[in-house]
């Protein structure tokens, strides 16, 4: 008997565990949606003057952007039609490429791309995108009629700077962790045909905004051009264990210039490459306030942002219909009324 009772309180706290199981597991009712920001983001080229100022390490290249990063969509793009898109649902990314295997001649055996040409490439190369992420309109760029920052682009040419990137859109912004990067690159040209810009920024919020960017920036680099850098492990002739130059500060390397006539450290590489493309890279994390301008600076770029608070429209209310009982209702009480107009002509005749 007391086996019985145990086995009863068991299976009844089994029961009444299950649909708060049940609950935790399904989504939250009352959660919230993200919040919606507009953003608009300015990005320009420093003068050259400053390459000759800083130390660069000329083996960076641009990697492809992440697998989940967003293309910006054109003012007038779908995204189920446009050929930058591949869709997301497997089946039928297979029937879309098999369409066009069979409309475009196979191309021709090719050298492997590396560096930042493959990187370019990885940008024009259809991406496959859950097309729903672009529902309301988001991440379609805006008009140049919509731009909010203080900025002109023909003033800032004049001023020694060289615009690369300005584009204005609006977005849900993700908790931080959740949040997707955005593909960001211009349309003005390194010497060797690939977007003098590429990288990704992404926008996530938790107590603050946060706008993280990660940048390359691609840049011609004058005849005579030198620099320094340390050097990498397998350009070390010898293992510096107990070396004074191997323990030397970030700062302490900056302080050594490659004009100089002293001694190289063992540890730096001096520079002096034929003028080709170098790439330099700006990566920086900044916590915003929302309708605020904000400056990432970096000694080739800069970079101004501003996002503020979007709220959608809201779809207009459906008309509402009559119920049945409200028509049967508005029968009832017209039909007297009828019934009264057909006894005053039965009298007048």
């Known amino acids: 008997m007391i086996q019985q009772s145990m086995a ?5 706290s089994l029961a009444l565990s299950l649909p708060s199981a049940a609950l935790a597991n399904d989504p ?20 050259d003057d400053n390459l000759m100022a800083e130390f660069w390490d000329e083996r960076i290249t641009a990697p492809p952007p992440p697998e989940n990063a967003l293309l910006l969509l054109q003012p007038d793009e779908d995204p189920n039609q446009s050929a930058r898109f591949l869709p997301a649902n497997p089946a039928a990314e297979t029937s879309a490429l098999a369409a066009s295997a069979a409309t475009i001649a196979p191309p021709q055996p090719a050298a492997p791309l590396s560096g930042d040409l493959a990187s370019s490439a990885a940008v024009s190369a259809p991406r496959v995108v859950d097309t729903t992420l672009y529902q309301n309109d988001a991440y379609r760029r805006l008009g140049e009629t919509q731009w909010q920052l203080p900025v002109t682009a023909q003033r800032w040419i004049n001023r020694g700077y060289q615009p690369l990137f300005h584009a ?9 962790g959740q949040s997707l990067p955005i593909i960001v690159s211009s349309e003005v040209l390194a010497s060797d045909g ?59 390397i900056l302080a050594i210039s490659p004009q100089t006539s002293e001694p190289t450290p063992s540890t730096l590489q ?26 990432i600076d970096h000694p080739m770029l800069g970079l101004i942002a501003r996002v503020t608070p979007y709220e959608l429209p809201q779809p207009e209310p459906e008309p ?29 005749n």
């Open 28 to 47: 939250d009712p009352d959660a919230q949606p993200a919040p919606w920001y507009e953003v608009e983001l300015y990005i320009f080229a420093q003068a």
């Open 270 to 295: 001096l520079v002096m490459p034929e003028p080709g493309i170098l790439t330099l890279r700006l990566q920086q994390s900044r916590r915003m306030r929302s309708g605020e301008l904000h400056y």
């Open 194 to 252: 690939t977007p003098a810009l590429s990288g990704v920024i992404e926008l996530s919020i938790s107590r603050y905004l946060h706008l993280d960017a990660d940048l390359y920036y691609r840049i011609q680099t004058p005849p005579g051009w030198i620099s320094m850098r340390p050097k990498g492990p397998d350009e070390l002739e010898q293992p510096q264990t107990s070396s004074s130059a191997a323990s030397l500060s970030s700062s302490e």
């Open 168 to 176: 204005a859109w609006r977005q849900p912004v993700s908790e931080r």
């Open 8 to 12: 009863a309180a068991t299976l009844l």
């Open 320 to 348: 509402l219909l009559p119920t049945p009982r409200e028509t049967a209702s508005d029968a009832a009480t017209t039909q007297p009324a009828r019934s009264a107009v057909a006894a005053e002509k039965d009298e007048k």
